[in-house]
Each structure stands twice: as structure tokens, then as C-alpha cells.
């Protein structure tokens, strides 16, 4: 057990890529994923909500959705810049990331559960969800299994 905290929590942060690098080539394809989502949220007039979500921007408050749906692509973008130092600078911290990207994804889940909304239709991040949480589970679980094998987390 303590190995697999020194695997997600390395002593030194840098670089190095403990064990497969496939989970590491896959991060940096979600962290596309996340910079082009949290810019749309960002960008788009409606921040996503009515052209992408489906939600009924008619209603009152609408303005109040696209303002929400903005903020979350700023906080989006600020976990899209980690995930980019993460990719080209501190790869030793790929395992913890895809951690956060379960607990994210989790909490993301729960949310929607939680607090009803209507949609015209599924929206991507629903459907994302059901793609990203068992894919981040199978990359920890690599990331995990091949540098616990490889036996040297301390290079």
C-alpha cells in the first residue's frame, strides 16, 4: 500500500513517467478535451448551454445559465492549465491526476443526479461521463499495476 502512495504522490515531482506510457499519451488527450470544452463555455454566446446542452434558454434567467455555464468554463480552463504543466512538465503526477479526474467525474455525476435539470437532449458531458470514469479507472489502474512492476518510483 505504501508503494501505490509513493506511485500517486511522488516524493519528487518531475518528468519522469513511472511504468506504461500509454496513460500518460491518454491524459494528454482528455486535457484537449478539457481546454476545448472550458473554451466553449468560455466563448460560445451561450456558453454552451442552449446550443450544446439543450437547455431552454426562453426562460426566465437565462442570462443567469450563461453566466453560470461561463464561470464553470473559467474553472474548467484553470484545471485544463494544471493538467497541461501536468502533460509537459510534472508527468511523475499522471496517476494522481487521473484520481482527481474520477473524484471529478463522481461529483459531476452526483451533481446531475441531485439536482434535476432538463435538457432537449443528452448532453455531451453526460455521455463524456460514462466514457471518462471507467477509462480514467483502466489508465490509473495501468499507470499503478506497470510502475508498481517496473519497482523503482524514485528515479
Aim: glycine share 8%; aromatic share 10%; hydrophobic share 55%.
Amino acid at each position: 500500500m505504501k508503494r501505490i502512495f509513493e506511485i500517486l504522490l511522488p516524493a519528487k515531482i518531475d518528468n519522469t513517467i513511472h511504468g506504461s506510457k500509454i496513460p500518460c499519451y491518454v491524459f494528454a488527450l482528455y486535457t484537449t478535451v478539457s481546454l476545448v470544452r472550458s473554451f466553449i463555455h468560455l466563448l460560445a454566446p451561450d456558453s454552451g448551454a442552449g446550443s450544446i446542452a439543450g437547455m431552454d434558454l426562453t426562460v426566465a434567467g437565462a442570462d443567469g445559465i450563461i453566466f453560470a455555464f461561463a464561470l464553470w468554463g473559467s474553472s474548467q480552463l484553470i484545471l485544463a492549465v494544471i493538467q497541461l504543466l501536468v502533460v509537459f512538465r510534472y508527468r511523475s503526477l499522471v496517476p494522481f491526476m487521473y484520481l482527481m479526474l474520477m473524484l471529478e467525474v463522481l461529483l459531476r455525476e452526483l451533481v446531475g443526479r441531485t439536482k434535476l435539470v432538463s435538457f432537449a437532449h443528452t448532453p455531451p458531458g453526460a455521455i463524456g461521463n460514462q466514457i471518462f470514469l471507467p477509462l480514467a479507472a483502466l489508465m490509473l489502474g495501468l499507470a499503478l499495476w506497470s510502475a508498481y512492476r517496473q519497482g523503482n518510483t524514485d528515479k
